[in-house]
Structures are given as C-alpha cells and as structure tokens.
C-alpha cells in the first residue's frame, strides 16, 4: 500500500504551516483549469527526467485529478529513486475541491 493522505489531513497541515512541496502530476492544461495553491506542476511523464529535483528534506505531496497518476509517480520515485518521503493525496484535486475548497473548479 502506498503512503497516502487525505485531503483533510493535507488541509489541516497546511493550516499548522508544514513546510510540504506539493507536486501535481497532471498535464499543463489540467493545472490550468485548477491547481491547488502553492503547488508545482511536474507532469507524470516528466517524473523520470525531473526526480532530482523534488525535496528530500520534507515531505512530498503528489496530487492529480483522482489519485490514479500520483501513485504512479510515487510508486515510481520509491521503486527507482528510493524516496521514502512521498505520500499521494487519495482522491486527487476532485476530492480536494469536493471536501476542502469548493472554490477549486472540479472536471
């Protein structure tokens, strides 16, 4: 099982100022119609070319539209690169904008 959190467990962390890096694995114009704030766009085909510049100091959010593509993509940087600091938002942005911020559009 991969390390997860929900979006409420994300919420309340960014609310206590955790120091996180949160990823979005989605294609540019995904991220464009709805992101959540403060986060960086590294689309999941991109994770391979880019793994060395994600944090290592903190922990890493990865986040996309359900939670099928960033558990791939931590799959992937556990398997490969060895993090161990990874957890993927279950449930994607959609179950961030429907249980968190509804002023995120959902699609």
């Known amino acids: 099982m991969l ?3 929900t979006p409420e467990d994300l919420h309340a962390r960014l609310q206590r100022g955790e120091t996180l890096q949160l990823i979005d694995v989605r294609e540019p114009e ?7 704030e403060g986060s960086q766009l590294i689309s999941l085909g991109d994770i391979p070319g880019r793994a ?5 100091d903190r922990p890493v959010v990865l986040i996309c539209h359900h939670g099928v593509r960033s558990g791939q993509a931590l799959a992937y940087l556990q398997h490969r690169h060895g993090l161990t600091n990874l957890l ?18 959902v699609y």
Do not use: F, K, Q
């Open 30 to 36: 995904e991220y464009e119609y709805c992101r959540i």
């Open 52 to 56: 060395d510049e994600l944090p290592t």
């Open 88 to 105: 993927n938002l279950r449930g994607g942005i959609h179950a961030w904008s429907v249980r968190v911020d509804p002023t995120v559009a």
């Open 3 to 5: 390390p997860d959190l």
